[in-house]
């Protein structure tokens, strides 16, 4: 029994396809990425991550494995030292071949395509041509179509590479000291320099000058007493490690939660408001409902004519109360008709229209987190007496057989 690390590595020898084997091999193979990649740039990195590690799997590293004028360089990680007339030179010798490295790179293509985003996939067919030969797609040269696109427009020397480089202050200073995301921005211009087979040997100053643009006293201090412990010897490291612990230290000081969240609500609130806002929306929504009905309760002339009483306004020396069929009503100045509530039951109905999220809330979020406005629980709970109050004025004159809305 052959030792192999998957099982496509077992063998080198064609793929017997009719076999079910053969075709779970396949399908294993040729499935895409779980994020299709939309052609940018910050992502290119990730993307040839996740195709170097899928062709380990799948026994590709042969057909990735390009010789150059300075050794055998692998296309998803140096294509930077690989020129395309060297590796369409790799491709012709088994390109439209029956042997594996043929039935690799069919395999790679079908996988490339399906890990594209389609607006960018169109724009890589395009170029059809260049990734074919006699007729055949070659998967190899889909890929280097891919960098290449990727690459038109930034695609720098190597010193403007370096040059960037050492502008890691100003890129602080415009992610407003996010480390996470500096960091990134540094792994991904060395990444374009190992691809073109070149190394940095400034970096770490330039790190340390970048990260003592952090606005905060504490990271800057730790900052400093790193690059003494480091410029006097006492403490070995390299770019890697200065920038692991420079997120560590950013994530420590709470940095992160303080730039990346908003402000955090007092959990009094949190908790109180909730109970509120839901006894409220019950309320509203009850209320919206009888609305609903006033048009049937209108429907009969004869109910018309038996509370046509109700518009005729009191005269001025007259009782702004009175009682009618065991039932005390009192004259609405707002409604201008006789109501079961009074002047003063009905400015909360009147004044103050319901809204769609009531202020002084907690309103949930379709997360389930809490998100509190702008006044008080204090200011919440009055706002529900006031409805409170409107409603029940309201069910009664609907009660009563007629609306005073």
Known sequence: MAFSLSPAQTTNAVIDYSTSDGMKLFGKAT????????GSPDA??????????????????????????????????LYGKITEAELRTHVTVFSGAQNRLAQNSAQMIIYLKESLEDNFKLEVYMHADEYTIAGVESGE???????RLVNA????????????LTMIPLVVTKLKGDIKEVNKWINNQMAALRSRGEISTDLMINIFKGYAMVDDPDFVRYIADLRTQYEDGRMEMDADRLMTLGHMKFKNLGLAVTWDTPEATPKADIVALPTV???????????????????AK????????????KAIAPKANQAQSKQVNSKVYHWCPN?????IHTPAECKGLIKTPF???????AATSSTGTSVRTDETSEAATKRKLELTTAFNAFVQDVDDGDSCL
């Open 31 to 38: 499935k895409p990425q779980k994020t299709e990649f939309d």
């Open 277 to 295: 806002t839901e006894e409220i929306t019950a309320l509203k929504t009850t209320l919206e409902a009888l609305i609903a009905q006033l048009p």
């Open 335 to 339: 409604h201008v008709k006789w109501c």
């Open 141 to 147: 040269l889909f890929l280097w179509q891919i960098i």
């Open 355 to 361: 809204p769609t999220s009531v202020p002084g809330t």
């Open 44 to 77: 290119l990195r990730l993307f040839l991550g996740n195709f170097h590690d899928h062709a380990n799997t799948y026994n590709w590293t042969a057909n990735v494995t390009v010789a150059t004028g300075s050794g055998n360089c692998d296309l998803a990680s």
């Open 153 to 164: 427009d930034t695609r720098a020397t190597v010193g403007y590479i370096r040059e960037s």
């Open 298 to 309: 209108k429907s009969s002339p004869g109910d018309n004519a038996k509370w046509a009483w």
